[in-house]
């Protein structure tokens, strides 16, 4: 028989701690339920103000386990950690969290935006933390089988993944995906926000969306438009414009928003549409061109660049985004450190300015405001999923 002491803090007190007394002998399961019940207050501890509950295994097992959950007041905190009480559990796990390199998944091949943006997370937890955060490509299916990978992942925090909005509207466009974006992994913070950007091959005669909607009516079907994926965001944008319009677009799907990018350049394709961090190099060295951006106001990063609502497409608003996610269980208090971390990273003065530059606006909001907007934007996609009866390919 084995008797164990440990103290560590509890989150359903808040500032408290709770200090368990283990009198175990072997257990023949490995999986052990146990119940809680109140047996009273001892005088002494009601004296200073705490509360005692004790944690017996049922009959049935040969453990006896006696918890006693004692309440402080925060400003005791410091007074314990300086007594060198050791703490365990998920503070003391974020506290020495990472211990070994992380693999940051991303759902689509290399040189796409959602590719370009981790790696500058990355490296940045890279250089904070002295660990090798490795970006980890796993293209296919429209993102899901990276994200599924996140997914079935242990839950240590060690495994996280780059999604974009194009997720969002998987939820809708397949009928059966091999996770659930919302029960199965765990928001860790929203990197950035950007527009898209239409663009064609220069040898496309149209130099305005207005003048390319009017080739698209006068020669049905001539037009191909790439995207990152079948049912992608990309996909959605071309076809939401093939709707809005009332043209005949061809969508022609890759693995990745640069392998399409590779296309339209090489005139293969004629149009994409994509972030103007993928885009714009290959704009200003004039190998492809530009006319209009997705969002409902004009990019910082271009302003000479109407919108598509400017140009005579009234409805049309398409927002990209890319964030963190986890997988589902990752103890709170290292989802909460990935959070700060990554936040902090895109806010630097080698980043955002550089990000901006892009047409990226660096976000790094917490995790509930994370999740929240990923549970509003499968709403809003599903909607529109529904309007141009966009379906899988």
């Known amino acids: 028989m084995q008797e164990m002491r440990v103290l560590w803090p509890t989150r359903v007190l ?27 207050r001892a005088d002494g501890l009601q004296q200073c103000g705490w509360e005692r509950h004790n944690i017996k295994a049922p009959a049935e097992h040969e453990e006896k386990v006696a918890v006693k959950i004692i309440a402080l007041r925060s400003t005791m905190i410091a007074g314990f950690a300086a007594l060198g009480y050791i703490v365990p559990g998920q503070t003391a796990t974020a506290q020495n969290y990472p211990t070994k390199p992380i693999r940051l998944i991303v759902p689509f091949p290399p040189g796409g935006g959602t590719d370009i943006t981790a790696r500058i997370i990355a490296q940045k937890l890279t250089e904070r933390w002295s660990q090798q955060v490795v970006v980890d490509n796993r293209p296919g299916a429209n993102g899901t089988i990276g994200v599924e990978i996140t997914a079935k992942s242990a839950p240590d925090g060690y495994t996280i993944t780059m999604i974009s909005s194009s997720h969002a509207v998987n939820v809708s466009l397949y009928a059966k995906l091999p996770y659930d974006l919302i029960r199965d992994l765990t928001p860790v913070t929203q990197a950035t926000s950007q527009p898209y950007s239409l663009v064609i091959h220069p040898s496309v005669p149209a130099k305005s969306v207005k003048e390319l909607i009017a080739l698209a009516r006068a020669k049905p079907g001539s037009l191909n438009y790439g995207s990152s994926g079948a049912g992608g965001l990309s996909h959605l944008s071309g076809a939401l414009l093939a709707t809005l319009a009332g043209v005949n677009l061809v969508h022609i799907p890759y693995k990745g928003g640069a392998l399409a990018m590779n296309d339209v350049i090489g005139g293969q394709i004629q149009m994409l549409f994509g972030t103007l961090l993928l885009t714009g190099p290959h704009v200003k060295a004039g190998r492809l061109r530009s006319l209009a951006v997705t969002t409902a106001k004009r990019a910082p990063a271009a302003p000479e660049l109407p919108t598509m609502m400017e140009t ?10 890319y964030g963190i996610l986890a997988p589902a269980k990752v103890p709170p208090a290292i989802i909460d450190k990935l959070s700060k971390e990554i936040a902090r990273g895109l806010h630097e003065p080698d980043v955002k300015p550089r990000l901006a530059a892009d047409g990226s606006d660096a976000v790094g909001n917490a995790p509930v405001e994370f999740g929240a907007h990923i549970k509003a934007e499968v709403v809003k996609y599903a909607k529109i999923v529904k309007e141009i009866g966009l379906k899988a390919e």
């Open 14 to 40: 808040g500032s408290g701690f709770v200090e368990a007394s283990f009198e175990a002998a072997r257990a023949r399961k490995p999986h052990l339920e146990y119940q809680r019940f109140a047996q009273g």
């Open 312 to 321: 005579g497409v009234p409805g049309y608003e398409v927002t990209q985004w």
